[in-house]
């Protein structure tokens, strides 16, 4: 079980690495004015969403799914684990949100300014924070 535990942490940080560094190149990418900057963020975009985040992001997921495997009905008797996983939900959706504005990006179709992207950017912070406090913590609910 710990090296379950051990490959869920890692694909967790993995994932979030890309779910932060994403947006952030959003921010720029609608920030620039050049054909060169343009086509640089499209590959530099396309490359952490197809080569890190999403591949990360399924193998958190699995091994997520295997480790509530392991104590299956504690888990779901548990509330923060129901908040935790609406929370993780959240994030999936986080992540597609992510790839409809990579192909906005992709399509040269943002409609977003530089603010959106950064105001954006911060929700997954939230939702860490709240996840890592369940998981530490584990208030009765």
Not at 31 to 39: H, L, R
Not at 53 to 71: D, K, Q, R
Request: proline fraction near 3%.
């Amino acid at each position: 079980m710990l090296w379950v535990k051990a490959f869920h942490v890692i694909f967790v940080v993995c994932w979030f690495a890309g779910i932060f560094y994403l947006p952030r190149l959003f921010v720029y990418h609608a920030m620039s004015d050049d054909e060169i900057s343009n086509q640089r963020f499209k590959i530099m975009e396309r490359k952490l969403y197809y080569g890190i985040m999403t591949p990360s992001a399924v193998l958190a997921i699995i091994f997520g799914i295997w480790l509530l495997y392991f104590n299956v009905s504690y888990y779901m008797q548990a509330g923060w684990m129901h908040i935790k996983l609406a929370l993780v939900l959240l994030l999936i959706i986080y992540h597609f949100m992510c790839g409809k504005y990579l192909k906005d990006f992709k399509r040269d179709r943002n409609k977003h300014s530089h603010k959106f992207y950064r105001w954006f950017n911060e929700v997954p912070v939230v939702i860490l924070v709240a996840v890592i406090i369940l998981v530490i913590v584990q208030p009765v609910f």
